[in-house]
T-cell receptor, first 112, second 114 residues
Framework: DSGVTQTPKHLITATGQRVTLRCSPRSGDLSVYWYQQSLDQGLQFLIQYYNGEERAKGNILERFSAQQFPDLHSELNLSSLELGDSALYFC???????????FGPGTRLTVT | AQTVTQSQPEMSVQEAETVTLSCTYDTSENNYYLFWYKQPPSRQMILVIRQEAYKQQNATENRFSVNFQKAAKSFSLKISDSQLGDTAMYFCAFMKTGAQKLVFGQGTRLTINP
């Protein structure tokens, strides 16, 4: 158990819908990262937040957005969902030694 | 942009054998970190081992060790006395110092046979 929690574990929704994925980092970690794992794209970095502020952005679609709240939990919002958004979405967190990231169990999103 | 290549899509060995997974990367950076992550069938991503590029000594964690060749941009993972629980996807990952994001390879599916 990494100490990072993600909810829900599984999500099935239809095209065009909007969903919110939630992540709670390890106790004391200020940084939260979101990654997408799909069959065709592999593991890709989406976005990073540090203590409530966006710190780095990767290959994140404009239909996707994220935020980190004062209690440090983070949410990833996916809208206008397409079949190709079906993937495993991971959240990771890190402390001051930012080079070690610890991953949550992931949220499996299926868009039908 | 940095890229990470794992040239072995699948590997299979017998329990108790030693296995080496290959990883090469491309970067013009001098300061960076390298990692191996394990993803068992549960899908959880587990940090196995890390290596700082400025350290010449190869990292070791119990049965797991790396062979870091900075000039060749090579970072292989050796698993000694392999166990059934080592069956998983293994991902090599690169992080530029200060960049925060991990860049992953495509993974190697390792199967340990009884």
């Amino acid at each position: 158990d990494s100490g990072v929690t993600q909810t829900p574990k599984h999500l099935i929704t239809a095209t065009g819908q909007r969903v919110t994925l939630r992540c709670s980092p390890r106790s004391g970690d200020l940084s939260v990262y979101w990654y997408q794992q799909s069959l065709d794209q592999g593991l890709q970095f989406l976005i990073q937040y540090y203590n409530g502020e966006e710190r780095a952005k990767g290959n994140i679609l404009e239909r996707f957005s994220a935020q980190q709240f004062p209690d440090l939990h983070s949410e990833l919002n996916l809208s206008s969902l397409e079949l190709g958004d079906s993937a495993l979405y991971f959240c990771a967190s890190s402390g001051d030694t930012a080079y070690e990231q610890y991953f949550g169990p992931g949220t499996r999103l299926t868009v039908t | 942009a940095q890229t990470v290549t794992q040239s072995q899509p699948e590997m299979s060995v017998q329990e108790a054998e030693t296995v080496t997974l290959s990883c090469t990367y491309d970067t013009s950076e001098n300061n960076y970190y390298l990692f191996w992550y394990k993803q068992p069938p549960s899908r959880q991503m587990i940090l196995v081992i890390r290596q700082e590029a400025y350290k010449q000594q190869n990292a070791t964690e119990n049965r797991f060790s790396v062979n870091f060749q900075k000039a060749a941009k090579s970072f292989s993972l050796k698993i000694s006395d392999s166990q059934l629980g080592d069956t998983a996807m293994y991902f090599c990952a690169f992080m530029k110092t200060g960049a925060q994001k991990l860049v992953f390879g495509q993974g190697t599916r390792l199967t340990i046979n009884p």
